[in-house]
Nanobody, 127 residues
Protein backbone atom coordinates (compact mmCIF):
# COMPACT_ATOMS: atom_id res chain seq x y z
CA UNK A 1 0.00 0.00 0.00
CA UNK A 2 1.37 3.36 -1.03
CA UNK A 3 1.36 6.09 1.58
CA UNK A 4 1.27 9.69 0.39
CA UNK A 5 2.41 12.43 2.73
CA UNK A 6 1.58 16.01 1.80
CA UNK A 7 3.32 19.10 3.06
CA UNK A 8 1.45 21.57 5.22
CA UNK A 9 -0.58 24.15 3.35
CA UNK A 10 -1.27 27.50 4.91
CA UNK A 11 -2.75 30.95 4.73
CA UNK A 12 -1.67 33.04 1.77
CA UNK A 13 -2.61 36.53 0.71
CA UNK A 14 -4.25 37.03 -2.68
CA UNK A 15 -1.61 37.21 -5.37
CA UNK A 16 0.80 35.17 -3.28
CA UNK A 17 2.51 31.85 -3.94
CA UNK A 18 2.76 28.51 -2.22
CA UNK A 19 4.39 25.19 -3.03
CA UNK A 20 2.92 21.88 -1.96
CA UNK A 21 4.84 18.62 -1.97
CA UNK A 22 3.73 15.00 -1.87
CA UNK A 23 6.11 12.18 -0.96
CA UNK A 24 5.22 8.61 -1.88
CA UNK A 25 6.49 5.89 0.43
CA UNK A 26 7.10 3.30 -2.24
CA UNK A 27 9.35 2.44 -5.14
CA UNK A 28 9.04 4.97 -7.91
CA UNK A 29 8.47 2.20 -10.43
CA UNK A 30 5.15 1.28 -8.78
CA UNK A 31 3.66 4.71 -9.51
CA UNK A 32 2.56 5.66 -12.97
CA UNK A 33 0.83 8.98 -12.42
CA UNK A 34 0.64 11.47 -9.56
CA UNK A 35 -1.91 14.22 -9.29
CA UNK A 36 -3.39 16.98 -7.19
CA UNK A 37 -7.10 17.44 -6.61
CA UNK A 38 -8.87 19.95 -4.41
CA UNK A 39 -12.17 20.26 -2.63
CA UNK A 40 -13.72 23.51 -1.47
CA UNK A 41 -16.47 23.57 1.19
CA UNK A 42 -19.74 22.30 -0.26
CA UNK A 43 -18.11 21.46 -3.58
CA UNK A 44 -17.10 18.25 -5.29
CA UNK A 45 -13.48 17.22 -5.43
CA UNK A 46 -11.98 18.62 -8.61
CA UNK A 47 -8.89 17.93 -10.64
CA UNK A 48 -6.02 20.41 -10.44
CA UNK A 49 -2.98 18.89 -12.15
CA UNK A 50 -1.27 15.58 -12.87
CA UNK A 51 2.09 14.28 -14.05
CA UNK A 52 3.19 11.00 -15.56
CA UNK A 53 6.25 9.60 -13.83
CA UNK A 54 7.89 8.02 -16.86
CA UNK A 55 8.20 11.05 -19.11
CA UNK A 56 6.94 14.03 -17.12
CA UNK A 57 3.89 14.63 -19.30
CA UNK A 58 1.44 16.90 -17.52
CA UNK A 59 -2.14 18.05 -17.52
CA UNK A 60 -3.44 21.14 -15.75
CA UNK A 61 -7.04 22.13 -15.18
CA UNK A 62 -8.16 25.14 -17.16
CA UNK A 63 -8.82 27.09 -13.96
CA UNK A 64 -5.18 26.88 -12.89
CA UNK A 65 -3.32 26.80 -16.20
CA UNK A 66 -0.68 29.48 -16.32
CA UNK A 67 -0.71 29.88 -12.54
CA UNK A 68 -0.03 26.39 -11.17
CA UNK A 69 2.69 23.99 -12.24
CA UNK A 70 3.08 20.35 -11.31
CA UNK A 71 6.52 18.78 -11.47
CA UNK A 72 8.31 15.79 -10.03
CA UNK A 73 11.55 14.60 -8.54
CA UNK A 74 11.56 10.93 -9.38
CA UNK A 75 14.64 10.24 -7.30
CA UNK A 76 12.76 11.44 -4.24
CA UNK A 77 9.38 9.92 -5.17
CA UNK A 78 7.99 13.41 -4.81
CA UNK A 79 5.51 15.49 -6.75
CA UNK A 80 5.24 19.23 -6.28
CA UNK A 81 2.54 21.77 -7.00
CA UNK A 82 3.81 25.31 -7.42
CA UNK A 83 0.91 27.72 -7.05
CA UNK A 84 1.33 31.35 -8.10
CA UNK A 85 -1.03 34.31 -8.24
CA UNK A 86 -3.39 32.64 -5.80
CA UNK A 87 -6.91 33.94 -5.43
CA UNK A 88 -9.74 33.32 -2.94
CA UNK A 89 -11.22 30.83 -5.40
CA UNK A 90 -8.21 28.59 -4.79
CA UNK A 91 -9.13 28.12 -1.15
CA UNK A 92 -9.67 24.40 -0.62
CA UNK A 93 -8.29 21.21 0.83
CA UNK A 94 -5.68 19.93 -1.59
CA UNK A 95 -5.24 16.18 -1.99
CA UNK A 96 -2.34 14.30 -3.51
CA UNK A 97 -3.21 11.14 -5.45
CA UNK A 98 -1.23 8.33 -7.05
CA UNK A 99 -2.11 5.78 -9.69
CA UNK A 100 -0.26 2.64 -10.62
CA UNK A 101 -1.23 3.24 -14.24
CA UNK A 102 0.54 5.70 -16.50
CA UNK A 103 -2.50 7.57 -17.75
CA UNK A 104 -2.68 9.30 -21.08
CA UNK A 105 -2.89 13.05 -20.68
CA UNK A 106 -6.58 13.22 -21.54
CA UNK A 107 -7.44 10.73 -18.77
CA UNK A 108 -5.34 12.23 -16.01
CA UNK A 109 -8.21 14.28 -14.61
CA UNK A 110 -10.43 11.32 -13.71
CA UNK A 111 -10.28 10.84 -9.95
CA UNK A 112 -11.57 7.27 -10.32
CA UNK A 113 -8.24 6.42 -11.91
CA UNK A 114 -6.23 6.97 -8.75
CA UNK A 115 -5.58 4.17 -6.28
CA UNK A 116 -4.19 6.05 -3.34
CA UNK A 117 -4.89 9.41 -1.69
CA UNK A 118 -3.16 11.61 0.82
CA UNK A 119 -4.84 13.01 3.90
CA UNK A 120 -5.29 16.47 2.41
CA UNK A 121 -3.84 19.84 3.31
CA UNK A 122 -5.69 23.11 3.75
CA UNK A 123 -4.83 26.10 1.59
CA UNK A 124 -6.58 29.35 2.43
CA UNK A 125 -6.22 32.46 0.32
CA UNK A 126 -7.37 35.54 2.17
CA UNK A 127 -6.26 39.01 3.11
Amino acid sequence: QVELVESTGGLVQPGGSLRLSCVASTRASSIGTMAWFRQAPGQKREFVAAIRRSDGATNHARSVKGRFTIYRDSAKNTAYLQMNNLGPEDTAIYYCAAASDSWVVSAMGQKEGYDCWGQGTQVTVSS
